[in-house]
């Protein structure tokens, strides 16, 4: 057993124990690619290490068995199985150690992909608060919250006939339709000269022209952009109920918003060292495997449910730039836009622009997590393949 304890020893010395444990707390503006190739690197490395050690072992337990074969003084056979199963004893202890380093390893590297996975959602969450909102796209949409066309239209209706027509409701003298149609009765109706009425119409032409045909479009965009902002407060929620997931074995159990705002990072690393204190001695007593078994398992479930939910976020990116694009496309086909382009209210010029920002980060700063086969058996398995 102080053989074991030497050699447990000996592995902190190489580094490899808590090397790791730092890594999710200097990560906070590093792209998850990048996290993925410290992970491959990583678990590159500690394999190897705890290769070259267990290939010692195996040189010696080979060592021990030709002796065995050869020595025919009974006590020295005694002694020679007794340094066998010492080896035996060792390259277990070795096997599990190696097993508890990797998943310590993909556990941390999961850690700062959620972490960063939450900025990104969070960035998300204001995004869609402040691309369009309902009051802004109303004012664009619709004729009558356009200066020229209220004042053609009080001009046409004191000029009427006031014998002929009829006073629309407030409610649908603000409709759209119902209110355009009024302005052209009235203008029909008129006292006014065909020159006036022509030049009356030039004024609010653009205008007409612009909300008539892009006030269904303009409501598609919102109502679709609200679709999103829903479907991002479900992947909120869902990445708040897979870091709760998470961090249950090593039991800290705060919420990731409060983590995030109280800066808690440092208490989750406390609690994780913990953790991984248990496990090592349980794995060093050499009379516990149950115990480790539980442990590495707790360790490990939490893996999956992470590769879940990247899988949920890469859907919900790629849903949320082709509807960009979508949105993109629907604003571009407004035919008269350099005819009318004078005419055309600042905010829809800046709506333009925001959509073309918008794909710009779909495709940038909210990308997809790109798994490859090799990355996902290291982040599933921590089986790495190199030479």
């Known amino acids: 057993m102080k053989q074991l304890t030497k050699l447990f020893i000996f592995i902190f010395l190489f580094g490899f124990q808590y090397s790791f444990s730092n890594t999710i707390f200097d990560n906070n503006n590093k792209e998850i690619e990048q996290i993925l190739t410290e992970l491959s690197a990583e678990i590159n490395t500690a394999t190897k290490h705890y290769g070259n050690l267990k290939q010692e072992i195996y040189i010696k337990l080979n060592q021990v068995n030709e002796n065995l074969i050869k020595e025919i003084i009974l006590e020295n056979k005694l002694n020679l199985l007794i340094k066998k199963d010492q080896l035996k004893d ?4 070795l096997k599990l150690s190696e097993i508890s380093n ?3 390893i993909r556990y941390l590297k999961g850690l700062s992909i959620i972490r960063i996975l939450y900025e990104k959602v969070l960035a998300l969450d204001h995004h869609f608060s402040s691309i369009a909102t309902f009051n802004e796209i109303n004012k664009i949409s619709n004729p009558n919250n356009y200066q020229e066309f209220t004042q053609v239209k009080d001009l046409l209706k004191s000029k009427k006939d006031k014998k002929k027509g009829f006073q629309l409701t407030s409610l649908l003298g603000q409709n759209i339709y119902t209110s355009s149609i009024d302005m052209f009765m009235n ?31 303009l409501n ?20 708040e109920r897979l870091f709760k997931d998470y961090t249950k074995p090593i039991k800290y159990y705060t919420s990731l918003k409060e983590c995030r705002s ?21 794995i060093t007593s050499g009379n516990q495997q149950q115990l480790v078994t539980k442990m590495q398992i707790n360790l490990n479930f939490p893996i999956d449910r992470l590769l879940q939910f990247i899988t949920q976020y890469n859907s919900f990116i790629d849903q949320g730039g082709k509807f960009y694009e979508k949105f993109k496309i629907i604003l571009d086909s407004y ?4 005819q009318c382009n004078s005419s055309l209210p600042p905010a829809y010029k800046k709506l333009k622009s925001d959509i073309d920002i918008a794909i710009q980060k779909f495709n940038t700063a909210y990308k997809p997590v790109e798994i490859n086969g090799s990355k996902m058996k290291e982040i599933l398995y921590g089986i790495n393949e190199y030479d």
């Open 90 to 93: 060792k390259l277990k202890f």
């Open 187 to 217: 203008l029909f109706n008129s006292n006014a000269s065909p020159k006036e009425k022509e030049a009356e119409l030039e004024k609010i032409e653009c205008i007409l022209d612009f909300t008539l045909r892009m006030n269904n479009d």
């Open 335 to 338: 035919e008269n836009e350099q």
């Open 102 to 104: 990797i998943n310590k």
């Open 220 to 239: 598609t965009i919102y109502f679709e952009t609200t679709f999103l902002q829903k479907s991002n407060d479900k992947v909120m929620e869902d990445l």
């Open 262 to 282: 109280n800066d808690d990072w440092d208490l989750v690393r406390n609690n994780l060292n913990e953790f991984l204190d248990k496990l090592d001695k349980a």
